[in-house]
C-alpha cells in the first residue's frame, strides 16, 4: 500500500451536554435516595448497615451510568471520509472553531 492510497477521515463528535443531562439528574437522584436510605437507617441499632446499602447502591450504580455515558457518546461520533482538495471547515460551536479552514492534502 502506497502513501498515495491512504483514504483520510474527518472525526467529529456532536455530544452536547443536554444529550446527557437526563443521564446525570437520574444518577443525581440515585445518589440522594442512597444518601436518604443511609441516614435513615442511621438510627437503627447498627449503623454498618447505612454505610453498607449506600456503598452498594454507588457501587452498583457506577456500571450502568458509564454504559449510559460510554453509549451516549459512541452513538455522537460521526465519521466521513475526506475526499482530495476538499476544504475542511470548521463546525459551529466545536473546539476546531478557532483553527483557520484548511485544505485536506
Same mark, same amino acid.
Given at each position: 500500500?502506497?502513501? !498515495? !492510497? ?11 451536554? #443536554? ?19 443511609? %441516614? ?18 454507588? %457501587? ?5 451510568? %458509564? ?7 459512541? !452513538? ?16 459551529? #460551536? !466545536? ?11
Amino acid at each position: 500500500m502506497s502513501g !498515495n !492510497n491512504i483514504q483520510k477521515y474527518r472525526f467529529v463528535c456532536t455530544l452536547t451536554f #443536554g444529550d446527557i443531562y437526563g443521564q446525570i439528574i437520574v444518577w443525581l437522584i440515585t445518589i440522594t435516595l442512597s444518601l436518604a436510605s443511609a %441516614l435513615a437507617l442511621m438510627g437503627a441499632k447498627r449503623p454498618v448497615y447505612a454505610l453498607a446499602t449506600a456503598g452498594l447502591v454507588v %457501587l452498583l450504580s457506577l456500571p450502568f451510568l %458509564l454504559f449510559a455515558f460510554v453509549t451516549t457518546l459512541l !452513538n455522537h461520533i460521526e465519521v466521513s471520509p475526506v475526499g482530495p482538495g476538499t476544504k475542511m471547515e470548521p463546525i459551529p #460551536g !466545536n473546539v476546531s472553531q478557532q483553527q483557520p479552514v484548511q485544505a485536506a492534502s
